[in-house]
């Protein structure tokens, strides 16, 4: 019995870790499915004139409905993908022009219920960050349900991104 109450304990705590600790906040739920954005290898600091790179995850909260999330080769010429960006002197730097759309260029992520899949998504092939300071970064996805014709929009929680200067030469002459 105590081995089986030690194993259900180190689950319980893997659980905890992938649906909190290692993720962003998650969005709210729409038409059960969540959304969360973070920087790539974690973390929320970048230095200046280094790729923003976020990993978008979609969580099916759902009990019998697949979530088909459609996707380009290159996820960033995707239309359905879009953002909302605040620069740390307040102004809005969100990406203005909607991607160009490649036709026949994709795939789709089928995500079952109670599944997490995650993406990567380098959004500083479309908004810039250059200004040192912090910037919010929310996500705004529009996706369907596998067999439904109609799409809805999955919004993320804030990411608070700091853009760092470079870091100081160290060597010693």
């Given amino acids: 019995m105590k081995t089986y109450l030690h194993c259900f304990s180190i689950l319980a705590v893997f659980s ?3 649906d909190g600790i290692e993720t962003n906040n998650w969005g709210a739920t729409t038409n059960g499915v969540q959304v969360s954005i973070g920087l790539s290898g974690g973390g929320e600091k970048i230095t200046i004139n280094q790729p923003v790179k976020l990993v978008i995850r979609f969580k099916n909260v759902s009990t019998n409905e ?3 999330v459609s ?8 239309d359905s993908y879009s953002f909302v960006v605040i620069s740390q002197s307040g102004q809005d730097v969100s990406p203005s022009a ?3 759309f490649i036709p026949g260029s994709g795939t789709s992520i089928r995500i079952a219920p109670r599944q997490v899949k995650a993406v990567q998504y380098e959004l ?3 908004c810039k960050f250059d200004e040192i300071g912090a910037y919010k970064v929310i996500a705004k996805i ?3 349900l596998l067999g439904k014709s109609k799409m809805f929009q999955a919004v993320s929680s804030p990411l608070c991104v700091s853009i760092v200067p470079d870091a100081p030469n160290s060597e010693l002459p």
């Fill in 124 to 126: 500083s092939r479309r």
């Fill in 66 to 68: 697949i979530l088909n």
């Fill in 71 to 78: 996707r380009q080769s290159l996820l960033e010429s995707d």
């Fill in 16 to 18: 905890a870790f992938a």
């Fill in 98 to 100: 909607k991607p160009r």
């Fill in 142 to 144: 529009e996706l369907k």
